[in-house]
């Protein structure tokens, strides 16, 4: 059993220094090893591809997160068809083999009921597999999960609804299932936690238990958690706690010099995300009971590891809407209309995410955050267990040799004595990167297998050989939002590279670059010749090239579409054709009874949408602007035949200026209302019905999803013209995107 956690950071985890209580992942490091020195991709989709595969990610054709393809071997954004996964292995060697949560090996193309299933976990060796295949969705309300190859259909979630509980139970479930029907065979779970990547949604009785815990604020959490980390031995006294981050866009203020309010509000995030490591704990318990229940836990190898460091996207003051913080100025900021009471932040009606001062000390003692090839990105929590095979290993737990998450598919082959392949689907695979670490599973004194390693992600580089380590970040270029000063891309050879002796400096805090300037020389060739082996050229810098490439069949989406109701929620990545960048027509005809009501259309959720319905003999188009509801005036609608017309223009100043016409007359039109772009709506169109999470919680406290009583003839989408220099502005907004989410 793999679980892998989302965006935890390296001191996250009781047994590595936090204050947070997660007594069965203690239990497993006490119990097996902890890995003290063992490092990531700094990004979620190239570690999951290094994990299942035992390739270097860039090599297994997936460098960045996997939604675009730009056409370039190493950022495919999905798995090679030469190379097996681990899942492939074992079930080629009779296990069951499962999976639940997070996948993110998807292309966007390929999310939607007709795209190619290639790249699903069920095509990539997974027996089963039930969770979401994007890189987040809601907790309380996921937008769209899937169970095998076919999307759920869902219309409400429970009152209670969690998505953790639902994974876990899911995961004994198939554990149960595959047991009780062949005891004699063993099997692989792969457990992708979402938690706790934004938005940080928790359960109610969960978060109560961390509140007050956190108004000391990051400064002293950091403290602590180091000192924590040295008398547990995971890190040798007198480790040099950095300063605060003070990057550019990654600086963190003193928690001393936040205002009251900011400091009250800003705990208050830290409390949801303390009560999301809680649960991945929980469902850690949870497993293990069920597994010691079965008589299995004993000769279960179980390891536990995250994705990468925690992350930075909240920005300096963090945000009660996660996609806020990747829109133009005309969605705001929360300062702006903080309208909900604190006690609602962290369940359904808000997308949070905590400042990064936060995640600085979810990294303790390390620099910067998920992204960064700094130590702060990629360096994470990692305990194993096998009671079994391993018994228990003598003396202390801790391992400190420097490990790698390639390493993770040799080391599983050769505990459970399976050869890796030397073909897929008739094609040589390429040998594995990794090297098994299961001589310093069984002895912490026995030298470390892993040699020399490269890093790089969004152009941000790191070499390490030996005690040394050389770091460079790349600045990404605009202009844009942010950084509208920005406007052209120094080259490779201009970027700075610092170099840390990691044996006595392993937290990075004396660059000795200018003393040390042949070793600098001999790591950057070093990069350069990885680099060409692995596929990372051309790299992905910053400059939004990668988005420029668009499959040609996708030019199809941008056709007008009709909708019957009844039809199953159109996938995000179809529906943003629809209206990104753009402006646009909903057509809807209908006829309505007296009494008839209920939504015609919903695009969207709580993260952000906009639905039109009618209620009580009037008609209503709401937009949720990031917890912000702005309205047209309510239109009188009488009973009969209607032809409704949304139309919605996008001159590219960041707004739309929408015109509600029923039967052909103009009724009601504004030009206050926030432009949708890039991933938003996270949750796709609903025709008669709006699914899932909703758009205005007020309606949803009273109808539900309010499906329309009425007769629906069709409704039909209809893009129009794009905005001015439409190209340039996608661009723009996925290097937006690429530096506020992650």
């Keep these: 059993?793999?679980?892998?956690?989302?965006?935890v950071g390296y001191s996250d985890?009781?047994?590595?220094?936090?204050?947070?209580?997660?007594?069965?992942?203690d239990r497993v490091s006490r119990e097996g090893v902890q890995y003290t020195d063992f490092h990531v991709s700094p990004l979620c989709s190239p570690t999951r591809a290094a994990l299942l595969t035992g390739k270097n990610a860039h090599a297994a054709g997936v460098g960045m997160v996997s939604n675009i393809d730009p056409g370039f071997p190493g950022y495919a954004s999905e798995l090679p068809d030469h190379q097996s996964t681990l899942a492939e292995m074992l079930r080629e060697n009779g296990y069951a083999t499962m999976m639940v949560g997070k996948w993110h090996l998807t292309k966007d193309t390929d999310l939607s009921e007709a795209g190619d299933r290639r790249s699903w976990p069920l095509q990539r060796g997974f027996d089963q597999y039930y969770g979401f295949l994007e890189a987040l969705t809601n907790f309380h309300h996921p937008h769209r999960l899937v169970e095998g190859n076919s999307v759920v259909d869902?219309?409400?979630?429970?009152?209670?609804y969690y998505l953790t509980d639902d994974l876990t139970d899911r995961a004994i479930r198939m554990i149960r299932e595959s047991k009780a029907a062949r005891p004699d065979k063993p099997f692989f779970m792969y457990y992708a936690h979402g938690a706790v990547h934004a938005p940080l949604h928790a359960k109610r009785e969960d978060l109560l238990r961390h509140r007050g815990k956190y108004e000391a604020g990051w400064d002293r959490i950091r403290e602590e958690r180091l000192a924590r980390q040295e008398e547990l031995g995971v890190m040798p006294p007198g480790t040099q706690l950095p300063p605060r981050n003070y990057e550019d866009e990654q600086d963190v203020r003193a928690w001393d010099?936040?205002?009251?309010?900011?400091?009250?509000?800003?705990?208050?995030?830290?409390e949801i995300y303390a009560a999301m490591v809680e649960s991945i704990d929980e469902s850690t318990g949870r497993l293990r009971q069920t597994l010691e229940e079965m008589g299995e836990w004993d000769n279960t190898i179980f390891l536990f590891l995250s994705d990468n460091g925690a992350s930075r996207e909240g920005h300096d003051a963090g945000t009660t809407a996660y996609f806020r913080t990747s829109q133009t100025d005309g969605a705001g900021r929360d300062e702006d209309w903080l309208a909900y009471e604190q006690d609602l932040i962290g369940g359904p009606r808000t997308w949070p995410h905590y400042p990064r001062g936060w995640a600085m000390a979810c990294n303790t003692p390390f620099r910067l955050y998920k992204i960064s090839t700094h130590r702060g990105g990629h360096q994470i929590p990692m305990v194993m267990s096998w009671p079994k095979g391993l018994k228990r290993p003598a003396g202390s737990s801790v391992r400190?040799?420097?490990?790698?998450?390639?390493?993770?598919?040799?080391?599983?082959?050769?505990?459970?004595?399976?050869?890796?392949?030397?073909?897929?689907?008739?094609?040589?695979?390429?040998?594995?990167d990794g090297v098994s670490f299961v001589p310093t599973i069984r002895d912490a004194a026995a030298e470390g297998t892993h040699g020399d390693q490269f890093y790089e992600c969004n152009g941000n580089r790191a070499y390490r050989r030996g005690k040394w380590e050389a770091v460079t970040n790349r600045e990404p270029v605009g202009p844009f939002r942010s950084r509208p000063e920005r406007t052209g891309l120094k080259p490779l050879s201009e970027d700075k590279w610092e170099l840390y002796d990691t044996e006595n400096d392993p937290t990075q805090c004396v660059d000795v670059a200018d003393q040390f300037p042949d070793v600098v020389e001999e790591l950057k060739a070093a990069w350069d010749e990885a680099a060409w082996r692995n596929q990372v050229f051309p790299m992905n810098e910053g400059t939004g090239l990668a988005h420029l490439r668009r499959p040609a069949d996708v030019e199809s989406l941008s056709l007008p579409v009709t909708i019957a109701t009844g039809t199953p929620t159109l996938e995000r990545y179809r529906s943003s054709y629809l209206i990104d960048?753009?402006?646009?027509?909903?057509?809807?005809?209908?006829?309505?009874?007296?009494?008839?009501?209920?939504?015609?259309?919903?695009?969207?959720?709580?993260?952000?949408?906009?639905?039109?319905?009618?209620?009580?003999?009037?008609?209503?188009?709401?937009?949720?602007?990031?917890?912000?509801?702005?309205?047209?005036p309510a239109v009188d609608i009488a009973a009969g035949e209607h032809q409704l017309e949304v139309d919605v223009h996008n001159s590219g100043n960041g707004r739309w200026d929408v015109t509600l016409r029923l039967d052909g007359e103009a009724k009601a039109q504004s030009d206050e209302f926030p432009a949708f772009a890039g991933w938003l709506p996270f949750q796709g169109v609903d025709v008669g019905v709006n699914r899932r999470s909703p758009v205005s919680w007020e309606l949803f406290e009273k109808h539900g999803s309010f499906p329309f009583t009425g007769t629906m003839h069709k409704a039909r989408w209809v893009p129009g013209e794009e905005v001015p220099n439409a190209r340039e502005k996608r661009i723009a907004k996925a290097i937006e995107m690429g530096l506020a989410l992650e």
Excluded at 1 to 7: F, H, S, T
Excluded at 402 to 425: D, F, K, N, S
């Design 154 to 160: 869902v219309d409400e979630y429970p009152e209670d």
């Design 581 to 632: 960048q753009r402006s646009f027509i909903v057509e809807v005809s209908f006829q309505l009874a007296e009494s008839d009501q209920g939504v015609l259309f919903a695009h969207g959720g709580q993260e952000g949408g906009y639905l039109v319905y009618v209620e009580d003999g009037k008609l209503h188009f709401v937009q949720n602007a990031f917890g912000r509801m702005l309205r047209l």
């Design 13 to 25: 985890i009781g047994c590595f220094g936090s204050e947070i209580p997660t007594p069965h992942l």
């Design 400 to 432: 400190s040799q420097y490990t790698h998450v390639t390493g993770v598919v040799p080391t599983i082959l050769e505990l459970v004595g399976v050869q890796a392949p030397t073909h897929r689907h008739g094609l040589v695979s390429a040998p594995l």
């Design 1 to 7: 059993m793999i679980m892998l956690a989302d965006d």
């Design 257 to 270: 010099e936040l205002s009251e309010r900011e400091q009250l509000l800003f705990a208050r995030y830290m």
